[in-house]
């Protein structure tokens, strides 16, 4: 499967944004997918997941409460929207597939097996 990912941009800080990541092939549904993130100088980290069937969802602790992943998989679309951000959210977001997962939430780098190209999301104070 290939993953683009779009929708980052600038934002001050309290605004929104929502990223989204179109995937191709015909069995979305089969992948579970999740949004990693990657400031520089800073390790990947996780931020959200979501099951195959969009029934369950997790979240990083950082960004509960702000941040929500859903999917339609009628479109082989994941969203992350993405509320009240703040400057330490700023980060490259990466979305990524993990195809024989499809019944739980993903929540490490080593189990997905796709990866989107990344998009950036700049949060000025």
């Known amino acids: 499967v290939q993953l683009q990912a779009s929708g980052g941009g600038l934002v001050q800080a309290g605004g929104s944004l929502r990223l989204s990541c179109a995937a191709s092939?015909?069995?979305?549904?089969?992948?579970?997918m999740g949004w990693f993130r990657q400031a520089p100088g800073k390790e990947r980290e996780f931020v959200a997941a979501i099951t195959g069937s969009g029934s369950s969802a997790y979240y990083a602790d950082s960004v509960k409460g702000r941040f929500t992943i859903s999917r339609d998989n009628s479109k082989n679309t994941v969203y992350l929207q993405m509320n009240s951000l703040k400057p330490e959210d700023a980060a490259v977001y990466y979305c990524a597939a993990a195809e024989k997962l499809h019944t739980l939430v993903v929540l490490t780098t080593i189990d997905y097996d796709y990866w989107g190209q990344g998009t950036q999301v700049t949060v000025s104070s």
């Open positions: 092939g015909r069995t979305f549904s089969s992948y579970a």
